[in-house]
């Protein structure tokens, strides 16, 4: 599933079609199951005709471009949301089949929202609802970017386990399966830990971890592994998975103390850790 390393290598590469303008919106026919978009296809695609692509950012695991019919309109965002299997792409797709949009503009090749299970979101937004969606409310601060300050306030009185916490949109936006558990090894923090007992420190030392392996994965072009289908903007897989520390290596040695693995299932989804090397408090 792509957290935010993969969706920000996709906003990286399709940022070339900032400034363009869309010549035309296709929706092709499937058998596949149909994925949720919202206005209906042929309204979207009667709002989006000529309209230009002003940005190309990311909102923790959504790729948002923002749209400009006319300067008499305020601009609207064209937020797609790859969940399992969505992949934006600027190059020809994996498979024809799975292809759910077609932006076409001045470049040589079209901007592609290809989605192999068809549960990626495509919807566009005017400015007041995708203010009211995504405000503060809703979505926790960027990942790239917490502190321990900010994530000590938002959790020292929480009793959740810190794993299934960090997975919270509220409370940070971008983090997934993955990351959550390459973070805590990193942090040296134990996945059961109740947020409350963390100390302020280890605050600190999760809010670092967060950013480093972030951006380190962000380099390496985020995560392709076993069945999951994520690739670049132009159709490669990406290289963190080699450097996985725990996540997938269930009963494999820890790199640091040799001990197995371990692997724990916290609000239905699996988490790994090395119990010697993670601290619970
Ligand atoms: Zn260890």
């Known amino acids: 599933m792509p957290e935010l390393p993969e969706v920000e290598t996709m906003c990286r590469g399709i940022a070339c079609f900032r400034g363009e303008s869309i010549t ?10 149909p994925s949720p978009i919202q ?5 979207m695609a009667a709002k989006l005709q000529r309209a230009r692509i002003m940005d190309v950012t990311r909102l923790g695991k959504r790729a948002v471009l923002r749209i400009r019919q ?25 498979t024809s089949e799975h292809v759910r949009l077609i ?10 929202f290809w989605d192999r299970r068809g549960l990626g979101t495509i919807t566009l937004f005017n400015k007041s609802t995708f203010e009211s969606r995504f405000g503060s409310h809703a979505l926790g601060p960027d990942a790239l970017t917490i502190t321990g300050l900010t994530l000590h306030a938002k959790l020292h009185s929480s009793r959740r ?5 960090l997975l919270d949109q509220k409370i940070l936006a971008g983090v997934g399966n993955i990351y959550a558990s390459e973070i805590l090894y990193d942090a040296k923090v134990d996945p059961r830990t109740r947020c409350h007992r963390l100390t302020r420190a280890a605050y600190d030392r999760l809010a670092t971890a967060c950013s480093r392996i972030l951006h380190h994965a962000i380099k390496m072009e985020g995560s392709s592994i ?23 290596r269930s009963k494999n040695e ?24 993670q601290q619970r408090y």
């Open 24 to 33: 035309n919106t296709h929706f092709p026919r499937h058998t596949r199951r």
């Open 39 to 43: 206005p209906r296809p042929k309204i």
């Open 70 to 94: 006319n300067e008499h309109h305020m601009d609207s965002f064209l937020v797609f949301e790859p969940r399992m299997t969505g992949l934006l792409l600027r190059v020809s797709p994996p």
């Open 103 to 112: 932006v076409t503009t001045g470049r040589k090749q079209p901007l592609i």
């Open 161 to 165: 386990h810190i794993k299934v916490a």
């Open 226 to 248: 076993g069945d999951e289908t994520y690739r670049t903007a132009d159709n490669r897989p990406g290289r963190y998975q080699r450097l996985h520390k725990v996540y997938g």
């Open 254 to 277: 820890c790199f640091q103390c040799k001990t197995s693995i371990q692997r724990v299932v916290q609000s239905q989804r699996s988490t790994f850790f090395c119990p010697v090397c």
